[in-house]
């Protein structure tokens, strides 16, 4: 079976200030990446909309509210110092959570292997109660919440390799057994979370990785933390919040890392969905704003889930 590539129409619709890191030329970078000859095979679909209420399975009943009430008639409006919100912003976090719903949806029905959803804005800074870090929706969490709900799914798990922790998941999902975290994100750095000490109920797995480093460090993290806790969580379906902003060139951060370290760490991934859950993974795009890094590393990533479909 193949891999699906969902792309985004409206990516433009979410506005943000110019010079702002969370900009529709990110998607640009990505589809003109994967436009190249040796992704020919991938299925390709663009991302529908999706039922916003839908939030509520991981947010607060009154999030979309909060949302609404800080989304302006026109121009862009600011939730906190690095988050915005423009008159349209809402039109791309729906086709942003209809992408991931119609990438798991291909892939529980076995229509298609795996799953990239290249979309925007990312979600995985979106806490129960409070949008941030760029963030509005916790996409990739209301996905998991939809496996479990809609497609029986017993024991999620979500693995984000963003530079970044992916505190709003965390605080999704701290509290549940039935979904695993794993992050490997440099610390100290925004936001300040994912102490490796931090377990939740036995399903966080944090590791911090420093200042300076690169693949070496990535793959003793996953080698020695993050794969055998996965493992032993023995998931129905995978998914991946997938971060290129550790790319040694991001601006925003300050790891090392190369495309071929994209490539690593999707391949045991993908190692893990075929053994464990029947090759049923969906990754979905969240940070990455160096133009270059974001391009190579996305395209090493989709690479490797083409590997094995």
Known sequence: MATLLVSQPNFESHATPTGHPERPDRIRAVEEALSADRFARLVRREAPSGDLTLAELVHDANYLSILTRARPAEGIGQIDEDTFISSRSLEA????LGGGLAALEAVALGEVRNAFCAVRPPGHHAEIDRPMGFCLINSIAVVAREAQRKFGAERVAIVDFDVHHG???EDIFKADPTVFYASSHQMPLYPGTGAPSFVGV??????????????????????????????????????????????????LAGLNWQPEDFAWVTERLV????????????????????RHGLATGAAAHVEMLMATS
């Open 93 to 96: 976090a729906s086709t942003a």
């Open 167 to 169: 505190n709003g998941t």
């Open 202 to 251: 036995g399903n966080i797995c944090n590791a911090a990785l420093a200042a300076g480093s690169g693949g070496a460090e990535m793959r003793a993290a996953y080698t020695d933390r993050i794969l055998p806790a996965l493992e032993a969580f023995r998931p129905d379906f995978l998914l991946v919040s997938a971060g290129f902003d550790a790319d040694y060139r991001d601006p």
């Open 271 to 290: 190692d893990v969905a075929e053994r464990l859950c029947e090759g049923r993974l969906v990754s979905m795009l969240e940070g990455g704003y160096d």
